[in-house]
């Protein structure tokens, strides 16, 4: 009984003098660093907490936010070109670094291509749609729809596809010719 007494007592006056931390939220730095698929640090992603921008990756993919609030932040890292990072994250440890990995639009892309390369075209589908409303340039996945939907011989769909992503055939001869045999192949539609 002695000691549920003193236990009360002892919360009491932690409390009282402000030591403990009933009913307020917790702060901690925010350590963390951005680095691409083979560990090599990005510079320049611009960081959100909560909706704000807080701060930018330095030279080095490091960044530092001070004094944020601990508990279930919604972390967002955006950079042009480059994936989008969301996170809902819980800073308690201010020592902790906080590692995120992100990969250039053009690795992705490269790996689109590659699965297409090998005939690999569900995968790839799936890859460019899980892109088209991340990236704010779909240009190029339009186009990588275009070339799968004419290796499987859906030519009106590959024209149809070519013409969605915007590419200005005139200024790029490789499209151009690629277009003007989509043409031919889906029977001179949407000349």
């Known amino acids: 009984m002695k000691l549920k007494i003193v236990v009360g007592m002892l919360c009491a006056v932690l409390a009282l003098s402000g030591c403990a931390s009933v009913g307020r939220t917790a702060k901690a730095d925010f350590h963390g660093l951005i680095v691409n698929e083979f560990g ?45 990072i969301n996170a809902a994250e819980s800073v308690v440890d201010s020592t902790k670094l906080y590692v995120y990995q992100a990969k250039s639009h053009r690795a992705v892309l490269a790996e689109i291509e590659d699965e297409i390369l090998g005939g690999h075209y569900q995968s790839a589908l799936q890859t460019i749609c899980g892109l088209e409303d991340e990236w704010d340039d779909d240009s190029k996945l339009k186009f990588f729809r275009s070339v799968i939907c004419y290796r499987q011989g859906y030519f009106l769909d590959a024209l149809n596809c070519l013409d969605e992503s915007g590419i200005d055939c005139s200024s790029n001869t490789y499209v151009s010719k690629y277009r003007m045999i989509l043409v031919s192949k889906a029977g001179g539609h949407n000349e």
């Open 40 to 84: 090599v640090p990005v510079s320049g992603y611009e960081i959100e907490i909560d909706g704000k921008k807080s701060a930018i990756t330095n030279d080095n993919g490091f960044f530092l936010i001070e004094s944020c609030n601990a508990e279930n932040m919604i972390f967002t890292a955006r950079k042009p070109e480059w994936d989008t």
